[in-house]
């Protein structure tokens, strides 16, 4: 079954995005932990997604999760997950990723310039958190392979 692989690279992807940042963390490169944990957030947001049967494709996790809740078909405790969840990927979106590439151009504000030892340990955080929810979500969703 594809989808699992699917799902299994997109933990890897969150899982291996989130030593990077722990690492960038440590290095005091504020700039790259953000970056890191953001692409951490995005992967974890995509593979819950694709927990429910959502094609990788897919992207803005935050804007379809809540479609998600609003169908009322999960359980109250896989909803509490998610919702868990949503704050993160709201918080750590593509405008904080294009500042991640870019920085405020406007401003003449470089990437390395924009993001402070307190942003990054935010980002960090969420990340971590990101990992932690999701990989809970995956052990209640997952259906275990017959054979």
């Known amino acids: ?9 997109r933990f890897l992807l969150a899982e291996g995005f989130l030593e990077e940042a722990e690492k960038d963390f440590s290095l005091k490169r504020w ?21 429910f049967g959502v094609s990788r494709t897919t992207h803005h996790p935050e804007m379809h999760l809540p479609r998600l809740l609003a169908e ?4 109250d ?33 470089s990437p390395w310039d924009v993001f402070s030892e307190q942003e990054a340990m935010n980002a960090l955080n ?14 209640l969703l997952e259906v275990a392979p017959e054979g």
């Open 31 to 51: 700039r790259a932990c953000v970056s890191g944990s953001i692409l951490c957030i995005e992967n974890c947001g995509v593979a819950v997604l694709m927990l």
């Open 77 to 109: 405790e896989v909803a509490a997950l998610i919702r868990e969840l949503l704050p993160e990927l709201e918080q750590h979106d593509s405008h904080e990723k294009m500042l991640a590439k870019y920085g405020r151009e406007a401003a003449y504000i």
């Open 1 to 9: 079954m594809e989808m699992q692989k699917d799902i299994a690279y």
């Open 126 to 139: 969420g990340a971590s958190k990101s990992v932690a929810v999701s990989l809970k979500l995956r052990s």
């Open 72 to 75: 009322g078909t999960v359980s």
